[in-house]
T-cell receptor
């Protein structure tokens, strides 16, 4: 079955450090890719998404992600994190096969803690 | 403001009881989804609906039931057949044109079996 893997379960960084959170999926066909973020006490919200075109996509709050098809990856990056980036981050993938269009499979999430 | 409202925020259920979680959206979205979130396990799909009066099982539908009588509403019933119902339940919606372009989530309902 298709799956989504987030290898880092908990990441701790100091402010101004660079961030990269890994996301890999298992499927050789067409995919759409998402990153969601859940700040403490808030709803899950969409951070960025990739459907087609430039594999480097930019989202809110200075985040970006790069789709590397050959590596089945969609890693999330930010050059310099802030204390306010402390949150849980989820990678999600839409796998397109037969009638499976349109619903997302999520990774287990990565908790990011940024120390002031 | 448009959004998704889930209620109640906290729910306690006795063993053997059915309970219903409410999800209402005013975004005019066609598709609605129910996910379950357990610590360290991410979100798992329970049921989804892409059109009124139609819904499909997700990966973990056993012990749950849904209805979609109105576009705005997608209630989830956790039945006594669900063996481990204690979890955080999230409702989401999206536009639907043969694809979803990203979900809008509600604030969730935390269900505890006592």
């Amino acid at each position: 079955a298709q799956s989504v893997s987030q290898h880092n379960h908990h990441v701790i960084l100091s402010e101004a450090a660079s961030l990269e959170l890994g996301c890999n999926y298992s499927y050789g066909g067409t995919v759409n890719l998402f990153w969601y973020v859940q700040y403490p006490g808030q709803h899950l919200q969409l951070l960025l998404k990739y459907f087609s075109g430039d594999p480097l996509v930019k989202g809110i709050k200075g985040f970006e992600a790069e789709f590397i098809k050959s590596k089945f990856s969609f890693n999330l990056r930010k050059p310099s994190v802030q204390w306010s980036d402390t949150a849980e981050y989820f990678c999600a993938v839409n796998f397109y096969y037969n009638t499976n269009a349109g619903k997302s499979t999520f990774g287990d999430g990565t908790t990011l803690t940024v120390k002031p | 403001d448009g959004g998704i409202t889930q209620s109640p925020k906290y729910l306690f259920r006795k063993e053997g009881q059915n309970v219903t979680l409410s999800c209402e959206q005013n975004l005019n979205h066609d598709a609605m989804y129910w996910y379950r979130q357990d610590p360290g396990q991410g979100l798992r799909l329970i049921y989804y609906s892409q059109i009124v009066n139609d819904f499909q099982k997700g990966d973990i539908a056993e012990g749950y039931s849904v209805s979609r009588e109105k576009k705005e509403s997608f209630p989830l019933t956790v039945t006594s057949a669900q063996k481990n119902p204690t979890a955080f339940y999230l409702c989401a919606s999206s536009t639907w044109t043969g694809n979803n372009y990203g979900y809008t989530f509600g604030s969730g309902t935390r269900l505890t079996v006592v």
